[in-house]
């Protein structure tokens, strides 16, 4: 007889569906999603969307728990030291929400989470960076339960990846993409402080440029569709697929969910059945051109199309006249009232979005309008003459009775119960009331005797309006035998005692012990090193490039190539999986050769130096450090110095300077990276955008990777107390036009 091993499927993953309001979260739960991913109104990805007020959120954190679903925060953006105080709050705040987990990206969130809020599941964000199993090891490390993963990831290398790690992997599924690497672009910052790790991105990307050899859409990627990759996606054992869109409206969230729902649900012979009627419903999403984005080689390569505009949408018209009071067009498609547009200028550049209220057919009010009909949308937002009419959404049920009917959160209380055989007591850990008691008379249980699990799933119905069952514990002192109607009277004459007892506000805030215990800690938080009278500058160099001005300088290199002159190993910001090998190989080399002071971008890195004897450890751009937290985090793997993050202004800097707990240094002068990205991009050299921003684009063969710099030269002066950092290579001492980025401004 011959033994057959049959093949089995991990379990299906998990699909993750975004709500940037509570609409969206509704019509995410009616479609089918096991969970939705939202953030409140501050220190989010989306700070630009509509988002969720505390109170709305713990209802919807309710409602999905009642459907047995599940509700991640965003608060997934970089924090500067003077609001740590308010991320404190915040953060005490979702503890009493309960969601369950939080996304994070800012190393001092999670570990003011960890340390103050431990109730407060963490799962890493993409913009973390995480590209290989060097950076999983040290995500566990930070204590992370899930990770999403770099999305320039191909589905080889997350493959790869899932071998090495019992954390869950999260990975995007659909939707827009970045054109850069997660957490690594300063586009948008860098033309005027709307910064998109700080949730304000005003998508440069998506923007027209101009070079000699043309004109294009250099940066703008088509959207991402992985229907096809589903299968595969849960062969390598996924936990969960998310869907990206924070910022669309219900009726793409329902289309969106409904399709992959549909897909994730159907037996593997009906898959290919499926595909065309999964298509056909994402098509109603009104998005870009679709692709499989970074997870194949061929797709990365012809990801972006120079000659596609970077708008979204269906082209339903080009905008023929403006009025005051809206505009006019002949449509190429139906319109509709209640249909969401927007007016897209010919440069690129971002247009207003707009629900259509009320329109003019052939001059005639009306509430749809056909191809080839003469249309007049009223508005009162500028529109450019000549603008692309996008449709980008289409007209969706009204939920606001439905927001309005979810019940509000009710004051959870703590009980500790302990039975025996005489007697049931317990007592309210979180509220100033006194224990209950009740006499008891129970006989040994032959079978089935009550358990804690018994009691919990009782007291969890509080027959109050008020009242809910919060954390629960219970000992069960032997083998009784309780009868259910006498278990239901004990529960019924508690909450009854309760609520003749206690008032909702006089129940405390387990959240209020974490945030005293940060505010103590905060506030004798402390530089904890002297500095040395003279502190040495570190210059970044190239092969046969510019040399130090100070021959006493720190000479750093990259680890591919250090010479006999080098003193300091820099690191790369990234490492696919697939050459963590010769990375190592080069760090030992590099060790071996007497160098003792590593430069590391990636969170990765780290992990990569244990075990080589280093003297100094420093944590740099793009590896973001925005505040002390941040900073005492690093010193857990042996960093000794932190780089101010490009993006901060002086102000911050110096906050940061005066509060951490190790040195900070500034990078002084040079041309930073604003975008890295593995995609071809169809364009090289200078070019510049329509307000003559210059710019210019190289692609290293060596790593594979196209950088994106500025012609200006980013230059600031000396700060007290800090060390300073100077990079020539790609930039030299005599640049005739130089820049401060964000240094002497205010909007980051």
Not at 45 to 69: C, S, W
Not at 271 to 280: D, Y
Not at 358 to 369: I, L
Not at 730 to 742: L, M, P
Request: proline share 6%; charged share 25%; with cysteine.
């Amino acid at each position: 007889m011959t033994n057959v091993k049959h093949h089995t499927l991990p379990p299906v993953p998990e699909l993750l569906a975004p709500a940037g309001s509570p609409a969206c979260a509704l019509a995410a739960f009616d479609a089918g999603a096991d969970a939705i991913y939202a953030g409140l109104a501050k220190f989010n990805a989306r700070e630009r969307g509509e988002n969720f007020t505390p109170e709305v959120m713990a209802q919807i954190v309710d409602y999905a728990h009642k459907l047995g679903r599940k509700v991640y925060i965003t608060l997934n953006t970089l924090v500067k030291e003077a609001e740590l105080p308010e991320v404190a709050e915040y953060l005490a705040q979702l503890s009493e929400i309960a969601p369950d987990a939080l996304l994070v990206q800012d190393l001092g969130i999670i570990r003011m989470a960890r340390e103050y809020f431990p109730s407060l599941t963490l799962h890493a964000s993409t913009q973390m960076g995480f590209q290989n199993s060097a950076g999983l090891k040290i995500a566990k490390e930070l204590g992370v339960t899930r990770v999403v993963l770099e999305r320039q990831m191909t589905i080889e290398e997350i493959a790869e990846v899932k071998k090495s790690t019992d954390l869950e992997l999260e990975v995007f599924i659909h939707g827009a993409l970045c054109a850069s690497l997660s957490g690594q672009c300063l586009f948008s910052s860098y033309l005027g402080g709307y910064s998109g790790n700080r949730g304000k991105c005003k998508q440069p990307c998506r923007r027209r440029y101009f070079s000699k050899n043309g004109n294009g859409f250099f940066f703008s990627p088509q959207d991402l569709c992985s229907i096809d990759m589903l299968p595969r996606l849960r062969e390598i054992g996924v936990a969960s697929l998310k869907i990206e869109g924070r910022l669309k409206q219900p009726d793409y969230v329902k289309q969106t969910v409904g399709a992959y729902r549909m897909l994730l649900d159907a037996p593997p012979e009906e898959f290919p059945k499926r595909i065309g009627e999964a298509r056909n419903m994402l098509s109603k999403g009104c998005g870009r051109k679709w692709s499989l984005g970074f997870f194949s080689k061929d797709s990365a390569r012809g990801l972006i199309q120079h000659d596609a505009l970077g708008a979204a949408g269906l082209l339903c018209g080009t905008v023929e006249a403006v009025r005051d009071n809206g505009f006019g067009l002949t449509a190429t498609k139906r319109l509709f009232l209640g249909d969401r547009v927007r007016v897209q200028p010919q440069s690129g550049d971002e247009g207003p979005a707009l629900t259509i209220t009320r329109m003019f057919v052939e001059n005639q009010p009306a509430r749809r309008a056909l191809p080839g009909e003469r249309v007049f949308i009223c508005c009162d937002k500028p529109v450019a003459e000549r603008g692309l009419v996008f449709k980008i959404g289409e007209s969706f049920s009204d939920y606001s009775g439905r927001i309005a009917a979810l019940p509000p959160r009710r004051a959870r209380l703590d009980l500790n119960v302990r039975l025996t055989a005489h007697e049931i007591a317990i007592d309210v850990t979180n509220a100033p009331v006194g224990n209950f008691f009740r006499p008891l008379n129970l006989a040994p249980a032959n079978s089935r005797p009550v358990s804690a699990e018994t009691l919990e799933a009782e007291f969890s119905a509080s027959d109050s309006d008020a009242f809910e069952l919060g954390n629960f514990t219970a000992a069960v002192e032997g083998s009784y035998f309780l009868p259910a109607s006498e278990l239901k009277a004990v529960r019924r004459e508690f909450w009854e005692y309760v609520k003749q007892n206690l008032k909702p506000e006089a129940v405390f805030h387990n959240s209020a012990t974490g945030l005293e215990q940060f505010r103590r800690f905060y506030l004798s938080l402390k530089p904890g090193y002297v500095l040395p009278e003279l502190l040495t500058e570190t210059v970044a160099l190239k092969p046969n490039g510019a040399e130090p001005a100070n021959r006493r300088a720190i000479r750093a290199t990259g680890v591919y190539d250090f010479n006999k002159l080098t003193n300091e190993a820099i690191l790369p910001e990234f490492c696919p999986e697939g050459k963590l090998g010769s990375l190592v190989r080069a760090i030992r080399a590099a060790a071996d050769a007497g160098i003792r002071r590593f430069r590391v971008t990636a969170l990765g890195d780290l992990a990569l130096l244990k075990g080589i004897e280093a003297d100094e450890i420093i944590a740099s751009a793009p590896l973001p450090v925005c505040n002390s937290m941040a900073a005492l985090e690093l010193t857990r793997f042996g960093v000794t110095r932190v780089m101010a993050h490009l993006e901060l202004e002086r102000g911050s800097v110096e906050a940061l300077r005066d509060k951490s707990v190790i040195p900070v240094e500034l990078y002084r002068l040079g041309r930073p990276v604003l975008l890295i990205t593995r995609a071809k991009i169809p364009a090289d050299g200078e070019f510049r955008d329509a307000r003559n921003n210059e710019f210019s684009i190289r692609y290293d063969h060596r790593d594979g990777m196209t950088r994106l710099y500025p012609v200006k030269v980013h230059s600031v002066p000396r700060l007290p107390g800090v060390y300073d950092y100077y990079d020539l290579t790609n930039a030299n001492w005599n640049a005739r036009e130089t820049g401060t980025f964000n240094f002497e401004a205010d909007w980051f």
